[in-house]
Each structure stands twice: as C-alpha cells, then as structure tokens.
C-alpha cells in the first residue's frame, strides 16, 4: 500500500510538469514575457503582438509594437488579426488572453501563444513600456 501511494504521488507529478511543458494541447503554447521580450528585442521574423485589453488600459500602457483589439470586438474584428505569423496574445493578467487564443484557435488561428502572467508579468520584469 505504501508504494502504491508513492507511484500515484509520482505519476501525479510527472502529470503536472507536463502540464507545464509548452505543449499545445490546447492549440495554442503558452510563453513566457521573457520569451515575448527576447522575440520583439531580437525582430528575426515577423510576430504579431496582441493586447486585448479596452482601449483606456491600453492606452496607459501596452508591450511595443503591440496591436489592440479587445476581446470585446475581436469576433467583429478578426480579419485584422494574421494568420500566416506568429500572434502572442496579452491582457491585464492572463484571463481575457486565454479566452482570445481560445477563440483564435477556433476560429482557424494555428500560429498562437499566449502569454503568461500578461502585462502584469512584463511590468514585474521591468521590460519598456510603449504609451
């Protein structure tokens, strides 16, 4: 019995860490500000930075080069959103661009990444700041 606890301990952690590998189960991989910071900073292929915040939150803050769309209108506004480049997705904490790599990936979207920890985290890492 006491092994058998142990293996269900291990399998339920080797579940979770790969959880956490990037995988795109969901159709869409999840990355990190420093992975957005270091793609924007190096500018070797073309990406596409989405912030679906309203436009006042944008407007107080955004990741250079990003494009605003917010999840409000990004049904009606879809067309503007690429689809032969990378798209990484943003908001204020991670909620609302989850939803929106969701629904880009339903809507036919295969290039999408989300980005972890959204602007909170790139506040947090000290990465410039466009207005």
Known sequence: MKWFKYGVIAM??????????????????????????????????????????????YASGHVPTAHNISIDSLSSRLQEVPRDIDVYVYCESGVRSTRAAEFL???????????????RGWRSADYTIEK
């Open 105 to 119: 990936v339903a809507s036919g979207y295969s290039k999408v990444h989300n980005m972890r920890a959204s602007m």
């Open 12 to 57: 339920l952690g080797f579940s979770i860490s790969a959880c956490d590998m990037n995988a795109k189960s969901s159709g869409y991989d999840e990355v990190t500000v420093a992975q957005v910071q270091q793609l924007i900073t190096k500018n070797d292929a073309p990406i596409w930075v989405l912030d679906v915040r309203t436009q006042g939150e």
